[in-house]
Protein backbone atom coordinates (compact mmCIF):
# COMPACT_ATOMS: atom_id res chain seq x y z
CA UNK A 1 0.00 0.00 0.00
CA UNK A 2 0.99 3.55 -0.89
CA UNK A 3 1.94 5.31 2.61
CA UNK A 4 1.85 9.35 2.86
CA UNK A 5 3.39 10.30 5.88
CA UNK A 6 3.03 13.86 7.34
CA UNK A 7 5.24 15.07 9.85
CA UNK A 8 2.81 16.15 12.12
CA UNK A 9 -1.05 15.79 13.51
CA UNK A 10 -1.62 18.89 15.35
CA UNK A 11 0.56 22.27 15.17
CA UNK A 12 0.38 25.15 16.71
CA UNK A 13 2.55 28.50 15.43
CA UNK A 14 2.44 32.41 16.24
CA UNK A 15 1.59 34.64 13.59
CA UNK A 16 5.00 35.66 11.88
CA UNK A 17 6.82 32.64 12.52
CA UNK A 18 7.53 30.69 9.52
CA UNK A 19 6.20 27.13 9.11
CA UNK A 20 7.03 24.11 7.57
CA UNK A 21 4.68 21.33 6.91
CA UNK A 22 6.46 17.70 5.64
CA UNK A 23 5.23 15.32 3.54
CA UNK A 24 7.34 12.04 2.22
CA UNK A 25 5.69 9.32 0.39
CA UNK A 26 6.79 5.81 -0.21
CA UNK A 27 5.80 4.83 -3.57
CA UNK A 28 7.93 6.44 -6.06
CA UNK A 29 4.92 8.72 -7.73
CA UNK A 30 5.69 11.75 -9.72
CA UNK A 31 3.27 14.00 -8.77
CA UNK A 32 2.78 15.33 -4.96
CA UNK A 33 0.15 17.72 -3.73
CA UNK A 34 -0.33 20.38 -1.18
CA UNK A 35 -4.31 20.93 -0.34
CA UNK A 36 -5.80 22.87 2.21
CA UNK A 37 -9.18 22.04 3.78
CA UNK A 38 -11.86 24.10 5.17
CA UNK A 39 -15.12 23.69 6.27
CA UNK A 40 -17.73 24.56 4.07
CA UNK A 41 -14.91 24.93 0.93
CA UNK A 42 -13.82 21.37 0.81
CA UNK A 43 -10.25 21.61 -0.65
CA UNK A 44 -8.35 23.50 -2.13
CA UNK A 45 -5.31 23.12 -4.11
CA UNK A 46 -2.12 25.42 -2.89
CA UNK A 47 0.79 23.96 -5.19
CA UNK A 48 1.46 20.30 -7.16
CA UNK A 49 4.88 19.51 -7.95
CA UNK A 50 5.33 16.86 -10.85
CA UNK A 51 9.33 16.39 -10.39
CA UNK A 52 11.77 16.97 -8.45
CA UNK A 53 12.83 20.72 -8.40
CA UNK A 54 9.47 21.26 -10.26
CA UNK A 55 6.33 23.17 -9.30
CA UNK A 56 2.76 24.73 -9.93
CA UNK A 57 0.98 27.29 -8.66
CA UNK A 58 -2.78 26.17 -7.69
CA UNK A 59 -5.91 27.97 -7.11
CA UNK A 60 -4.38 29.47 -3.66
CA UNK A 61 -0.98 29.75 -3.61
CA UNK A 62 -0.48 33.09 -2.07
CA UNK A 63 0.90 33.10 1.06
CA UNK A 64 2.56 29.56 0.63
CA UNK A 65 5.85 27.81 -0.87
CA UNK A 66 7.03 24.72 -1.69
CA UNK A 67 9.72 22.89 -2.12
CA UNK A 68 10.81 19.27 -3.43
CA UNK A 69 14.45 18.54 -3.44
CA UNK A 70 14.21 15.19 -3.37
CA UNK A 71 11.38 12.71 -5.16
CA UNK A 72 9.80 11.44 -2.09
CA UNK A 73 9.33 14.36 0.20
CA UNK A 74 7.23 17.76 -0.68
CA UNK A 75 6.93 20.78 2.04
CA UNK A 76 4.82 23.05 2.07
CA UNK A 77 6.38 26.54 3.93
CA UNK A 78 4.47 29.07 5.43
CA UNK A 79 6.99 32.06 4.94
CA UNK A 80 5.32 34.60 7.66
CA UNK A 81 2.26 32.43 9.68
CA UNK A 82 -1.25 34.22 9.89
CA UNK A 83 -4.24 33.61 11.55
CA UNK A 84 -5.82 33.56 8.37
CA UNK A 85 -3.71 30.26 7.24
CA UNK A 86 -5.27 28.47 10.61
CA UNK A 87 -6.83 25.25 8.90
CA UNK A 88 -6.19 21.66 7.59
CA UNK A 89 -3.60 20.71 5.34
CA UNK A 90 -3.55 17.32 3.19
CA UNK A 91 -0.48 16.24 1.15
CA UNK A 92 -1.18 13.90 -1.62
CA UNK A 93 0.81 12.07 -4.35
CA UNK A 94 -0.32 10.23 -7.48
CA UNK A 95 1.52 8.67 -10.46
CA UNK A 96 2.83 10.36 -13.63
CA UNK A 97 0.73 8.44 -16.18
CA UNK A 98 -2.06 6.75 -15.69
CA UNK A 99 -4.85 9.05 -15.64
CA UNK A 100 -6.98 6.78 -14.26
CA UNK A 101 -4.13 7.00 -10.61
CA UNK A 102 -6.06 8.18 -7.81
CA UNK A 103 -4.51 10.34 -5.27
CA UNK A 104 -3.04 9.11 -2.07
CA UNK A 105 -3.68 11.31 1.05
CA UNK A 106 -1.76 11.38 4.30
CA UNK A 107 -3.81 11.93 7.55
CA UNK A 108 -3.45 15.54 7.56
CA UNK A 109 -1.85 18.58 9.44
CA UNK A 110 -4.13 20.42 11.70
CA UNK A 111 -2.41 23.94 11.95
CA UNK A 112 -3.69 26.43 14.34
CA UNK A 113 -1.92 30.13 14.52
CA UNK A 114 -2.60 32.56 17.33
CA UNK B 1 -11.83 26.95 -14.59
CA UNK B 2 -14.05 24.10 -13.34
CA UNK B 3 -16.56 23.98 -10.33
CA UNK B 4 -17.88 21.20 -8.32
CA UNK B 5 -20.55 21.81 -5.65
CA UNK B 6 -22.38 19.84 -3.48
CA UNK B 7 -25.43 21.35 -2.26
CA UNK B 8 -26.00 19.18 1.16
CA UNK B 9 -23.30 20.32 3.87
CA UNK B 10 -25.41 17.28 6.19
CA UNK B 11 -26.89 14.30 5.27
CA UNK B 12 -28.46 11.63 7.80
CA UNK B 13 -29.42 7.93 6.89
CA UNK B 14 -30.87 5.24 9.64
CA UNK B 15 -28.36 2.22 9.16
CA UNK B 16 -29.57 0.03 6.63
CA UNK B 17 -31.68 2.18 4.47
CA UNK B 18 -30.21 4.03 1.31
CA UNK B 19 -28.91 7.70 0.42
CA UNK B 20 -28.12 9.74 -2.23
CA UNK B 21 -25.36 12.31 -1.98
CA UNK B 22 -25.52 14.89 -4.61
CA UNK B 23 -22.89 16.55 -6.96
CA UNK B 24 -22.94 18.65 -9.86
CA UNK B 25 -19.83 19.88 -11.58
CA UNK B 26 -19.43 22.73 -14.71
CA UNK B 27 -16.78 22.12 -17.03
CA UNK B 28 -16.70 22.71 -21.07
CA UNK B 29 -14.65 19.08 -21.47
CA UNK B 30 -16.09 16.23 -22.74
CA UNK B 31 -13.95 13.73 -21.50
CA UNK B 32 -12.75 13.73 -17.83
CA UNK B 33 -12.81 12.06 -14.41
CA UNK B 34 -14.80 12.06 -11.18
CA UNK B 35 -14.45 10.69 -8.42
CA UNK B 36 -16.29 10.26 -4.78
CA UNK B 37 -13.75 10.31 -1.57
CA UNK B 38 -14.60 9.37 2.28
CA UNK B 39 -12.88 10.87 5.17
CA UNK B 40 -13.96 9.44 8.40
CA UNK B 41 -13.04 11.12 11.82
CA UNK B 42 -9.62 9.39 10.86
CA UNK B 43 -8.86 11.95 8.34
CA UNK B 44 -7.89 9.70 6.12
CA UNK B 45 -9.42 10.46 2.71
CA UNK B 46 -10.30 6.64 0.78
CA UNK B 47 -11.26 6.62 -2.83
CA UNK B 48 -14.82 5.25 -2.97
CA UNK B 49 -15.60 4.74 -6.57
CA UNK B 50 -14.62 6.41 -10.19
CA UNK B 51 -16.28 7.42 -13.23
CA UNK B 52 -14.91 7.85 -16.48
CA UNK B 53 -16.93 10.24 -18.55
CA UNK B 54 -16.99 8.90 -21.58
CA UNK B 55 -18.63 4.95 -19.69
CA UNK B 56 -21.96 5.25 -20.11
CA UNK B 57 -22.31 2.81 -17.55
CA UNK B 58 -22.74 3.95 -14.10
CA UNK B 59 -19.49 2.43 -11.88
CA UNK B 60 -20.23 0.27 -8.73
CA UNK B 61 -18.32 -0.66 -6.00
CA UNK B 62 -20.39 -3.13 -3.21
CA UNK B 63 -22.88 -0.83 -1.41
CA UNK B 64 -21.91 2.26 -3.72
CA UNK B 65 -22.83 2.84 -7.10
CA UNK B 66 -22.86 6.40 -8.90
CA UNK B 67 -25.62 8.07 -11.22
CA UNK B 68 -24.14 10.10 -13.91
CA UNK B 69 -25.59 12.49 -15.93
CA UNK B 70 -23.62 13.69 -18.36
CA UNK B 71 -25.85 16.13 -19.71
CA UNK B 72 -26.89 17.32 -16.80
CA UNK B 73 -23.79 17.01 -15.36
CA UNK B 74 -24.54 15.39 -12.24
CA UNK B 75 -22.76 12.46 -9.94
CA UNK B 76 -24.32 11.45 -7.86
CA UNK B 77 -23.21 8.67 -4.65
CA UNK B 78 -25.74 5.85 -3.65
CA UNK B 79 -25.00 4.63 -0.92
CA UNK B 80 -27.53 0.97 0.15
CA UNK B 81 -27.89 -1.13 3.03
CA UNK B 82 -26.04 1.73 4.99
CA UNK B 83 -23.75 0.68 7.97
CA UNK B 84 -22.10 2.96 10.87
CA UNK B 85 -18.97 3.02 9.54
CA UNK B 86 -20.29 4.78 6.57
CA UNK B 87 -20.40 8.07 8.80
CA UNK B 88 -17.71 10.47 7.39
CA UNK B 89 -17.26 13.61 4.93
CA UNK B 90 -17.86 12.86 1.77
CA UNK B 91 -16.03 14.82 -1.25
CA UNK B 92 -16.74 14.66 -4.95
CA UNK B 93 -13.89 15.00 -6.93
CA UNK B 94 -13.61 15.84 -10.85
CA UNK B 95 -10.40 15.90 -13.18
CA UNK B 96 -9.96 17.15 -16.62
CA UNK B 97 -8.64 14.09 -19.14
CA UNK B 98 -5.76 16.50 -20.08
CA UNK B 99 -4.73 17.33 -16.99
CA UNK B 100 -0.97 16.72 -17.20
CA UNK B 101 -0.43 17.09 -13.50
CA UNK B 102 -3.01 14.63 -12.12
CA UNK B 103 -4.91 17.37 -9.72
CA UNK B 104 -8.49 17.03 -8.59
CA UNK B 105 -10.96 19.79 -7.93
CA UNK B 106 -12.93 18.88 -4.93
CA UNK B 107 -16.90 19.72 -4.07
CA UNK B 108 -17.08 21.33 -0.59
CA UNK B 109 -18.33 18.11 0.85
CA UNK B 110 -21.06 16.33 2.43
CA UNK B 111 -21.37 15.28 6.31
CA UNK B 112 -23.58 12.26 6.44
CA UNK B 113 -24.46 10.88 9.88
CA UNK B 114 -25.59 7.30 10.25
CA UNK B 115 -28.67 6.56 12.88
CA UNK B 116 -28.48 3.38 14.67
Known amino acids: DVKVTQSSRYLVKRTGEKVFLECVQDMDHENMFWYRQDPGLGLRLIYFSYDVKMKEKGDIPEGYSVSREKKERFSLILESASTNQTSMYLC?????????????FGNGTRLTVT | AQTVTQSQPEMSVQEAETVTLSCTYDTSESDYYLFWYKQPPSRQMILVIR??????QNATENRFSVNFQKAAKSFSLKISDSQLGDAAMYFC?????????????FGGGTRLMVKP
Open chain 1, 92 to 104: ASSLWAGRRSPLH
Open chain 2, 93 to 105: AYRNINNAGNMLT
Open chain 2, 51 to 56: QEAYKQ
